[in-house]
């Protein structure tokens, strides 16, 4: 398809394959796409590894949503006819080591401290010298393309007036392991597994490969092979046994701790140096976004708006949503047009259940009334604690075996009784569970649901820990959102009870009247989740690979709970 030829019926000229000198002397690769005026403009810089030319089909493919075969998660850098409508200049670029650019790529959204910011920088300036360019300059994207926004804007480029990041992804550990928990989806965007192209491979290299010794680094892969989780799937066998087929993926699955590979480069440890307007917003669904997105609103010192947007969790591609708003945004930034974005209030949320949407000016609301349900017997979740000992109210539990033996998910659950008024929940929240195993370690995965009168359920909002990720910094922590290092793991003694604190990912919904709040208990997901069937392929997280017997305590001395943000 000659896409040149499709561009100019919508008044579009393009500069294709413009080589740009990084300060190292590497060239990056850069399409520019601009009015077919004589004027000068602002521009929009897309930076990603997943390929320009992939981009193009913002010119010719009508949006998909999942599940659609034509759903490809890669084309994230905007609409291009859309922008240039609007007398922006849109360009792109291709990562460097990536694509048509030189160089080598390594780490992926600042985890292993690559050149993502820096080439950032220098793209922008010489953006800003160009014929076509006013000097100001801002950047669009989703999710990897949101995350270098980030990095870029850490940097200070002179001419980088403001970002506008939507879906992207801050916590470069947390997008790897929920909780602790490996997540498989990653994979699936780098290596191209199912409705992902992945990177653009040009010359790539593995973080651990440049900075260990061959000894060294083939310890490093021992040693994750000894995870009796990993024993039990052959894929990751086959990441561990060939890393130079997976130089990109390697360097997380051997880093399944916290700690400076991840901190040392990703947005949410750099976003305090930001010193322009911010514009940051995610969808409802994709908790491990929220919370960081979140994060970055609370660290960032400069002009900063937050909008939590409605489900589903996983936006169309090409990527195309909420560019009116981005539109608003930089025509006050870049063009000085009074468009009304900057006199609204800098939180807006939008709240799943009531259908309706909420302006905010601080985040936890204030007045949040933390409300905490008690896991009863007979599968109950009551506002008051239990008052007998584990004498007369002994634990319940499951046992679970692995994948390799059944499919079969074995769960607890517990209900509220039918609300009499309705229940706002805004905000984070945790479930506290004194448990026992029988093993040294186990996930444990907690969904919360809104289950109507007749039996249907609506998935509200998702925790994730590992048993042996339980270790919490109290001096971080508050009763709703308790923080957990993941700087070690540290074995569980079988049949010892423990207090594990799981976070519950942002929620934002109405329980209606008559409604029930559900807490469901697991350890692994099911083989068809339809939570997991939104997102990209391979949404599901690593199963743990040892049969286990999960005992939960909720007697008078082990009041096990769920706490929940309340807004009145």
């Not at 792109?92 to 990536?98: E, F, K, P, S």
């Given at each position: 398809m000659d896409f040149i030829q499709v561009a100019e019926k919508y008044g579009i000229l393009v500069d294709k394959d413009i080589m740009v000198p990084m300060r190292d002397g590497v060239r990056i690769a850069v399409d520019v796409y601009?009015?077919?005026?004589?004027?000068?403009?602002?521009?929009l810089v897309?930076?990603?590894?997943?390929?320009?030319?992939?981009?193009?089909?913002?010119?010719?493919?009508?949006?998909?949503?999942?599940?659609?075969?034509?759903?490809?998660?890669?084309?994230?850098?905007?609409?291009t006819k859309y922008i240039i409508s609007h007398d922006y200049v849109h360009v792109?670029?291709?990562?460097?080591?990536?694509g048509k650019s030189e160089g080598i790529f390594y780490g992926f959204m600042g985890g292993g401290s690559g050149w993502e910011g820096k080439d950032c920088y220098d793209l922008i300036e010489w953006v800003a010298k160009q014929p076509w360019c006013n000097g100001n300059v801002g950047m669009?994207?989703?999710?990897?393309?949101?995350?270098?926004q980030i990095l870029a804007a850490a940097e200070n480029p002179p001419h980088l007036k403001a970002i506008f990041c939507n879906g992207g992804h801050y916590d470069v550990y947390e997008f790897f392991y929920h909780g602790g928990i490996l997540w498989m989806m990653p994979r699936a965007a780098i290596e191209g597994r199912g409705g992902d192209s992945g990177i653009a491979w040009g010359n790539l290299k593995s973080v651990m490969k440049m900075r260990l010794s061959e000894e060294q680094f083939w310890q490093k892969i021992k040693e994750r092979m000894e995870d009796p989780d990993i024993q039990h799937y052959p894929d990751l066998y086959h990441v561990l046994t060939y890393p130079d087929?997976?130089?990109v993926y390697i360097d997380f699955l051997l880093n399944p701790l916290d700690g400076p590979f991840y901190r040392d480069g990703e947005g949410i440890t750099k976003?305090?140096?930001?010193?322009?307007?911010?514009?940051?917003?995610?969808?409802?669904?994709r908790g491990w976004t929220v919370e960081s997105t979140i994060e970055c609103f609370q660290r960032i010192k400069s002009f900063t708006m937050l909008e939590i947007q409605p489900p589903p969790p996983m936006q169309e591609r090409p990527f195309h949503e909420f560019h009116d708003m981005m539109i608003r945004w930089y025509d006050y930034w870049l063009k000085g047009i009074d468009t009304g974005i900057t006199k609204e209030p800098p939180i807006k949320i939008y709240v799943d259940g009531a259908k309706k949407w909420r302006h905010e000016t601080e985040w936890p609301i204030p007045g949040t009334e933390w409300v905490k349900f008690y896991l009863r017997t007979h599968g109950r979740l009551s506002k008051d604690p239990e008052t007998l000992s584990s004498e007369f109210v002994p634990p319940e539990g499951f046992y679970?075996?692995?994948l390799s033996v059944t499919n079969e998910v074995r769960n607890l659950r517990w209900s509220s009784e039918p609300l009499d008024d309705d229940f706002e929940a805004i905000g984070p929240g945790a479930v506290y569970l004194y448990a026992t195993i029988d093993t040294d370690d186990t996930n444990f995965i907690v969904r919360l649901y809104d289950r109507d009168p007749y039996g249907s359920k609506t998935l509200v909002t998702i925790g994730y820990l590992k048993a042996s990720h339980r270790e919490i910094d109290e001096s971080k922590s508050t009763p709703w959102r308790p923080y957990h290092p993941h700087e070690r793991a540290i074995p569980v003694i079988p049949w010892k009870i423990e207090i594990y604190a799981i976070n519950l990912y942002t929620m934002s919904h109405c329980f209606k009247k008559g409604h029930f709040i559900e807490l469901e208990l697991s350890s692994i997901e099911p083989v068809e989740d339809p939570a997991i069937a939104k997102l990209p392929p391979e949404g599901f997280h690593l199963p743990s690979g040892r049969a286990t017997t999960h005992k939960i305590y909720r007697d008078r001395a082990h009041p096990s709970y769920l706490i929940l943000p309340h807004i009145r």
């Open positions: 601009r009015p077919k005026k004589h004027s000068k403009f602002p521009a897309a930076y990603g590894p997943y390929g320009k030319e992939l981009q193009q089909y913002s010119l010719t493919l009508a949006p998909q949503r999942r599940p659609s075969p034509l759903w490809n998660g890669a084309i994230e850098a905007g609409d792109i670029a291709d990562a460097r080591g990536t669009v994207g989703i999710s990897y393309y949101s995350s270098v087929s997976h130089l976003c305090h140096k930001i010193n322009i307007p911010v514009y940051l917003s995610v969808k409802l669904g679970q075996p692995p």
